[in-house]
């Protein structure tokens, strides 16, 4: 297992992982009001090899795309798959909505 996987969750090297990451991570982001969700593809297995590879994750920081006020996370979920984190995306725009600061 290389702990390394592309979008389709497909085990790659670690080269081929940072060429990737380097210009294909973003996956979704909505700003909502002064909370910005952020949807991306980490490529890196983040279950720590407890369950199927968690290599896609939504955070929800205060502030905007642009500015960040605080890169602490006010909410954060990975998943598996792109069709998960998208998914995921949503669920984290309507607590966005629900916990506005």
């Known amino acids: ?11 790659i090297g670690m080269l081929e992982w940072a060429e990737a990451h380097e210009t294909d991570r ?10 910005w969700v952020s949807t991306v593809w980490l490529g890196l297995d983040h279950a720590f090899l407890d369950g199927p590879p968690l290599i ?19 909410y954060c979920e990975r998943y598996s798959t792109e069709a998960a984190a998208l ?4 669920v984290a725009v309507a607590w966005a909505k629900e916990h506005q600061p």
């Open 26 to 35: 973003r996956v979704a982001e909505t700003t909502v009001g002064k909370l």
């Open 1 to 11: 297992m290389s702990g390394y996987y592309n979008r389709a969750g497909e085990p």
């Open 87 to 90: 998914a995921g995306h949503e």
């Open 56 to 74: 896609f994750e939504t955070m929800v920081f205060k502030g905007s795309a642009a500015e960040v006020e605080d890169w602490t996370e006010e």
